[in-house]
């Protein structure tokens, strides 16, 4: 009954959205196709730019109206409220519901698009998604093969201790990597407590998002930076806020678990056995390394591109793919049983990540490619109004706060070149936008400042959902697995993003920008 239920609802979204799909791009095709003509007719025309891509196809981004991103809303909504509603159904059911939103959007998709839409849908798949989940597992498999012993036992001063060293570990490891090695630590050293939830949460807050803004490293919009020129160390110039974010958020993270601390029964702390701090799998810190050299390989060397069904994959980037899997084989291999037992490790969170994050990879699609679009897209009012850098940092983070911040860092990024350096080429350009120099006219401004609010912008709002940044799903996965009660998607953002994260941001805008 449920399977009917849910192959019911995937015929009823797909027709819903087939109908205006096909009204809508059979009027703009059509358009498309006439412009197209003109220009072919008369050499002389000026080209539109955006009304094709390759071939005379139009640019889907400028086609695509916002209603197409219901199904990505529909699949956040699903993860937000199924839990809560239907526990049981989504226990048993979630990979079937993630396939039926993602099928509702594709089905429709590729009746309309045809071999366009298969081919965003191959893009986003074989270059975004499966490298994600490579790079996601690898660190869950060698994280998971690192003990750390000792009688550490959850005090708030323990506690604040390993999220400054999370935090500063972050930009060196990347957020992920970070995450994935002192998340269980944590996890053990709190499961004799009651209150310990907020732990978690600042340890998302911090770990997962803020400590990446130091180094390309640290978070992937800021590897697609130094891609496209920024200096490996430019980030470094975002210290200040880092710091300030960092002990607002230790501070008021200790106040709190001092608090909660006083209402433990602390008659459950184990004074007999201490155990000396220790590590058992050092050699997965190696393999760790391992992953983060084949990350940064990928993005200082270029030795051309090969065709995956017809989509064009760097060859660094296989490489770092199958350094990635080699790197986590290896530790499977290398590993004690008994120490990965230590950790209480289970393949449960991963695979959660990955049937869920391939059903918001499909459903995304339509937001990336209007986002993509800047000025010529459903959202252009998002990019036309952005004028001052207070404007990029909170544009940048709100859809980073729920769309890949990747691309949102390079729309904004690009903006930015563009209102600038109109015309200049790439290098020279990035080059003038990493500097200081004040814009005349703008009241002592520079280029800088905009592109740190952007940076700034797409790294920490990713801890504003559970979706804002890969790390922060996983490190939710595992501490429900850990049997920690972890609140709900707008339970996280009504009762801690909001009230603390943003109010910290609004209280950093006045500070920064």
Not at 65 to 84: K, R
Not at 109 to 118: P, R, S
Not at 354 to 365: D, K, N, Q, S
Request: hydrophobic share 50%; glycine share 10%.
């Amino acid at each position: 009954m449920k399977n009917f239920v849910i192959f019911s609802f995937i015929v009823f979204w797909t027709f819903s959205l087939a109908a205006p799909l096909t009204a809508l791009a059979s009027g703009q095709l059509d358009t498309a196709a006439q412009v197209h003509g003109a220009q072919t007719a008369d050499q002389t025309a000026p080209s539109t730019g955006h009304e094709a891509e390759t071939g005379g196809h139009p640019d889907l981004g400028t086609l695509l109206p916002l209603w197409t991103v219901v199904p990505f809303a529909g699949i956040l909504l699903s993860i937000a409220l199924l839990p809560l509603f239907a526990p049981h159904f989504w226990h048993h059911h979630f990979p079937k519901v993630s396939l039926a939103w993602a099928l509702s959007f594709a089905l429709p998709f590729l009746f309309v698009f045809k071999g366009q839409a298969l081919s965003e849908i191959l893009h986003i798949f074989i270059i975004d998604y499966i490298p994600f989940i490579i790079l996601l597992g690898g660190l869950f498999t060698v994280a998971g093969g690192i003990y750390i012993r000792g009688s550490l036992k959850g005090s708030p001063l323990v506690n604040a201790t390993i999220l400054l060293i999370g935090t500063l570990l972050a930009s060196w490891i990347g957020t992920t990597g970070a995450a994935m090695v002192l998340i269980r630590p944590v996890l053990r050293s709190n499961a004799w407590r009651r209150h310990k939830v907020h732990t978690i949460i600042f340890f998302i807050f911090l770990v997962c998002n803020i400590g990446g803004a130091l180094t390309p490293l640290g978070d992937p919009p800021l590897f697609l930076g130094f891609l496209h020129g920024v200096p490996f160390f430019w980030p470094l110039k975002a210290f200040p806020a880092v710091a300030f974010m960092t002990v607002i958020l230790l501070v008021l993270y200790f106040a709190m678990d001092s608090y909660y601390y006083r209402k433990e029964d602390l008659s459950k702390i184990s004074t007999s056995d201490k155990e000396p701090l220790g590590i058992d799998g050092w050699h997965n810190f190696i393999l760790l390394g391992g992953i983060v050299g084949a990350v940064l390989f990928s993005g200082l060397v270029k030795m051309g591109d090969i065709s995956i069904f017809g989509i064009h994959q760097s060859i660094e980037n296989l490489i770092k793919d199958g350094v990635i899997l080699l790197m986590a084989a290896i530790s499977l291999a290398t590993t004690k049983k008994e120490t990965r037992e230590g950790n209480e490790f289970s393949w449960e969170p991963i695979k959660e990540v990955a049937y869920l994050f391939a059903g918001i990879f499909m459903t995304i699609i339509p937001a990336l490619l209007i986002l993509k679009a800047g000025e010529h897209g459903a959202l252009a009012y998002l990019v036309r109004t952005a004028e001052r850098p207070a404007h990029y940092f909170w544009l940048s983070g709100i859809l980073s706060s729920f769309l890949d911040n990747a691309p949102t860092y390079l729309t904004y990024f690009n903006s930015a070149l563009g209102k600038f350096f109109p015309g200049q080429a790439e290098a020279d350009a990035v080059k003038q936008l990493c500097s200081f120099a004040p814009i005349p006219g703008k009241g002592g401004l520079s280029p800088g400042d905009y592109l740190l609010a952007i940076s700034l912008g797409s790294v920490f709002m990713g801890a504003n959902t559970y979706i804002g940044n890969a790390p922060n799903f996983m490190v939710k996965s595992i501490a429900e697995e850990a049997g920690v009660a972890m609140p709900s998607f707008f339970g996280y953002m009504f009762k801690y993003s909001i009230p603390v994260l943003v109010v910290s941001f609004i209280i950093m805008t006045f500070v920064f920008f």
